[in-house]
C-alpha cells in the first residue's frame, strides 16, 4: 500500500447476524474470518489504507490483535453504508470501498479494479463489479443480483429477479446475463452525500442499497470480473472456504 491516504477501504462488521451470530469472528482455519478479509485486502495496490468498521468490541479487539486498524461505529446504522461514511467522517481521503467483511477469498485486483474506475474518470462517482453468469439456475436465486447495463458500462438496474427477461431466444443470439458483486467504490463526497437520502421506494422492494443511486438519478460504473466470490452466510459455508483455502 501507498501513503497518500487517497483510497481508503472499509470493511464494516457487525456482530449480530440472524442466520450466523458472530460471522466476522468465525474460525477459518485458525484465522477469524475478518483477518482473511482484511489481509488480502490489504494486498490490493491502490488502497492506501484499511481499516474496519464495527460496532463491537469483541470485533474491535481481534483487529487491533492481529495488528490491523478498526474504529467503533454506532450500533444504530440500518446499513453498511451508513457504518462506513461514519467511519470515514474524519479521514482526509478522496475514495471509499467498501468491502464486504465476509468474503474471505476476496481478489485484491477486482478492489483495485474497482478503485481504478473512480480514479481514471472524475465523472464516476460510483462503480461496482458484475460478472457474466454461467450458473443458469444463478438467474432464479434471489439471493443472486443481477444487473442490466447499457452499451457505456453503466447500471441500468439491479435485481433479485431474473432480468432481463427473454421474450424470444431465437431473435437473441449473443444474450448474456450478469451478476452483481457486492464491493462498491464511492467518492467521499458522494457517499456522505447519499446517506442523507431516504431509502427508495425500489431499495425497500428489492432490499437492495445501490438502487437508492439509481432512483435518485445518479449513475452507477459496472466493473466486469471473474471473479464471482463466496460469501459466507451461514456455518456450513465455511467448510467450503476452507477447502478452497
Not at 11 to 35: C, E, H, N, T, V
Not at 78 to 83: C, I, L
Not at 176 to 200: C, D, E, V
Request: negative net charge; hydrophobic residues 40%; proline residues 6%.
Amino acid at each position: 500500500m501507498t501513503g497518500n491516504y487517497k483510497v481508503c477501504g472499509v470493511i464494516p462488521a457487525r456482530y449480530d447476524s440472524s442466520r450466523f451470530p458472530g460471522k466476522p469472528l468465525a474460525l477459518i482455519a485458525g484465522k477469524p474470518m475478518i483477518q482473511h478479509v482484511y489481509e488480502r485486502a490489504l494486498k490490493a495496490s491502490l488502497v492506501n489504507r484499511l481499516i474496519v468498521a464495527t460496532d463491537d468490541e469483541r470485533i474491535f479487539d481481534t483487529v487491533i490483535q492481529f495488528g490491523g486498524s478498526a474504529v467503533m461505529t454506532d450500533a444504530s446504522h440500518p446499513s453498511g453504508t451508513d457504518r462506513i461514511a461514519q467511519a470515514v467522517g474524519a479521514i482526509d481521503c478522496e475514495y471509499v470501498l467498501n468491502i464486504q467483511g465476509d468474503e474471505p477469498l476476496i481478489d485484491p485486483c477486482v478492489i483495485d479494479n474497482v478503485a481504478q474506475a473512480l480514479i481514471s474518470d472524475p465523472h464516476v462517482v460510483m462503480a461496482t463489479p458484475i460478472a457474466e453468469v454461467t450458473d443458469m439456475s444463478d438467474l432464479d436465486n434471489p439471493n443472486v443480483v443481477k444487473a442490466v447495463v447499457d452499451c457505456n458500462g453503466f447500471a441500468l438496474y439491479f435485481s433479485r429477479s431474473k432480468v432481463p427477461f427473454l421474450r424470444d431466444s431465437a431473435d437473441t443470439p449473443n444474450k448474456k446475463w450478469y451478476k452483481h458483486i457486492g464491493l462498491y467504490g464511492f467518492r467521499k463526497s458522494f457517499l456522505l452525500q447519499l446517506i442523507k437520502y431516504p431509502p427508495s421506494t425500489l431499495e425497500k422492494m428489492e432490499r437492495l442499497e445501490q438502487l437508492r443511486v439509481l432512483e435518485n438519478g445518479f449513475r452507477i460504473k459496472t466493473v466486469m470480473t471473474q471473479y464471482v466470490g463466496i460469501g459466507v452466510d451461514t456455518p456450513e459455508d465455511v467448510k467450503e472456504i476452507e477447502k478452497r483455502l
